[in-house]
């Protein structure tokens, strides 16, 4: 099975808003309730950012939302800032108990 | 609070396996799913499969179906990853990642640190 398709980078300026897109099938984003988003920084084990394709967990800044439409979900940064430059991972059970990550997105703060 | 703890790193020559493990603190091993992924230098994340701590079943992605067994020992809170026939592909970083109480969402907030596997002859 494919990895979900990502776009390999994006960017903004500080205090801008950037979307990543992950797109997948109805096999997986598009029947899956439980699409998350992962912050690496390099070097460093992935922080869960956005679970259940919106919710936030405890103590990540409401500056992150996530949404989805059919079989692309996606990721929203407001107001950017520097801290916020990382690699971004979003994944989604896949059907018969599995999961499936996307390929990964550079996320560059101008 | 919650910790795991991996195994340190291995060098491996091809053809060999490879027996990572995952120790659990802070909470009850038995009452959440362990995941496994990996990472490629460079690459992205890559799911390898689930482990029910508490019956001991599994279920692997197709990829590694075969070669790949996930166990677990619940006596030491301990989860263990084992890759048979090894190749240079399989060089990676390998991790450890809880799910939720009781349920499969594919959800992890808790990350061991990671245990690089080098193969390499």
């Known amino acids: 099975q494919s990895a979900l398709t990502q776009p390999p980078s994006a960017s903004g300026s500080p205090g801008q808003s950037v979307t990543i897109s992950c797109t997948g099938t109805s096999s997986d984003v598009g029947g899956c309730d439980y699409v998350s988003w992962y912050q690496q920084y390099p070097g460093k084990v992935p922080k869960l950012m956005i679970y259940d394709v919106t919710k936030r967990p405890s103590g990540v800044p409401d500056r992150f939302s996530g949404s989805k439409s059919g079989n692309t979900a996606s990721l929203t940064v407001s107001g950017l800032q520097a801290e916020d430059e990382a690699d971004y991972y979003c994944s989604a059970c896949a059907g018969r108990n599995t999961m499936i990550f996307g390929g990964g997105t550079k996320l560059t703060v101008l | 609070q919650v910790q795991l703890v991996q195994s340190g790193a291995e060098v491996k020559k091809p053809g060999a396996s490879v027996k990572v493990s995952c120790r659990a603190s802070?909470?009850?091993?038995?009452?959440?799913?362990m995941h496994w992924m990996r990472q490629a230098p460079g690459q992205g994340l890559e799911w390898m499969g689930w482990?029910?701590?508490?019956?001991?079943?599994?279920n692997y992605a197709q990829k590694f179906q075969g070669r790949v067994n996930m166990t677990r020992d619940t006596s030491i809170s301990t989860v263990y990853l084992e890759l048979s026939g090894l190749t240079y592909d399989d060089t990676a970083v390998y991790y450890c990642a809880r799910d939720v109480y009781r349920f499969l969402r594919y959800r992890f907030d808790s990350w061991g640190q990671g245990s690089l596997v080098t193969v390499s002859s």
């Open positions: 802070g909470y009850f091993l038995s009452a959440f799913y």
């Open positions: 482990i029910n701590p508490n019956s001991g079943g599994a």
